[in-house]
């Protein structure tokens, strides 16, 4: 699938394509920029394009017959030149929703481990979905997705139909933002086969590179330093996915809190070193014993809690020596 090798799928991939330089036929390896000034200059591109693009608002207002709730951007000039600008678009009425923001701390790029950016990760709702549940950053997802560069040039795309992966195997920019998006009521299973879904979240997320690939170019569009813009259509999601099913639901081994599971890894400091982060892990300690078997379940066989059996504070799962 498309997504996965464009958008990539963990801190360890990641480290993967930044390795790519060393076989780069000129021999020559560029080290990174610094996040911080990256992240200010991606803010300034991101802050201009949204200044001077509106998008389709006015048929979110009052959909035609014929509309396909597709979002879509233009340049404010020449007869758009009243339209109200994304930034703005809070301010619209018959809008509901609009632009938001959110700030991200990443250090996954840094050059030094001093060096921490705050980036604004910038996404717009144009329609919320009638559900009342938004995904987690740990869930597995099920949406349509089109990627573009700030120019406009598309990258990537998902087929019309529903595709369906984890929010932590993506760009971390991508999942922060669709955290956001609510998703539809209803699936329905149409006369030839194919699936649709009602009242799902329309919107578009707006990354910086420090989110996205930073230095490492992806494929033959996307080069280094790139912010990106995603359009998104979000149906449905699995509540509490289970990526590695280990018994512990994903979101719960986000550790540290920071929205981010693939900085999490119990094990990488242990004598067996798996470098594999905790989501994606099922024996997080690596003592030998899986997670399920160091954790309580009720009688579904769900999550209850942890153990502590040594009482020394660390629950078992994530004590290789308890």
Not at 10 to 32: F, L, N, R
Not at 143 to 153: C, H, I, N, Q, V
Not at 171 to 192: A, H, P, S, W
């Amino acid at each position: 699938m498309k997504l996965k090798y464009l958008l990539g799928l963990t801190i360890m991939i990641a480290s993967i394509w930044s390795c790519k330089k060393d076989d780069d036929p000129i021999g020559e390896v560029v080290p990174p920029r610094s996040i911080i000034e990256v992240a200010a200059e991606d803010d300034a591109e991101i802050m201009e394009y949204l200044s001077t693009h509106f998008f389709n608002y006015d048929e979110f207002q009052n959909p035609p017959a014929d509309f396909d709730y597709k979002i879509r951007f233009d340049t404010i000039a020449g007869d758009n030149q009243e339209k109200i600008s994304i930034l703005d678009s809070g301010t619209i009425p018959g809008i509901e929703f609009g632009m938001e923001t959110i700030t991200v701390e990443s250090s996954s790029f840094r050059v030094s481990d001093e060096e921490v950016a705050d980036h604004t990760l910038y996404y717009l709702i144009a329609r919320q979905g009638g559900s009342e549940a938004t995904p987690t950053i740990g869930d597995n997802v099920t949406l349509r997705y089109e990627g573009s560069l700030l120019d406009g040039t598309l990258f990537d795309a998902s087929s019309n139909q529903p595709v369906q992966f984890n929010l932590s195997g993506v760009v971390r920019g991508f999942g922060n933002g669709v955290e956001y998006l609510k998703t539809g009521t209803e699936q329905i299973v149409n006369g030839d086969g194919t699936v649709s879904y009602s009242d799902y979240g329309i919107g578009a997320i707006f990354i910086p590179s420090g989110l996205a690939y930073f230095n490492s170019p992806s494929g033959s569009v996307i080069s280094a330093y790139s912010p990106l813009i995603f359009k998104v259509d979000t149906f449905t999601y699995e509540k509490d996915t289970d990526f590695d099913g280990d018994g512990i639901p994903s979101i719960l081994e986000d550790l540290d809190g920071d929205g981010n599971l693939n900085n999490d890894n119990t094990d990488v400091e242990t004598e067996r070193q798996v470098f594999l982060a905790n989501y994606n892990d099922t024996d997080d300690d690596a003592d030998g014993i899986p997670t399920i078997e160091e954790i309580n379940l009720d009688s579904e066989g769900k999550f209850e809690s942890v153990r502590d059996s040594d009482g020394d504070g660390v629950p078992d799962h994530l004590d290789s020596d308890s």
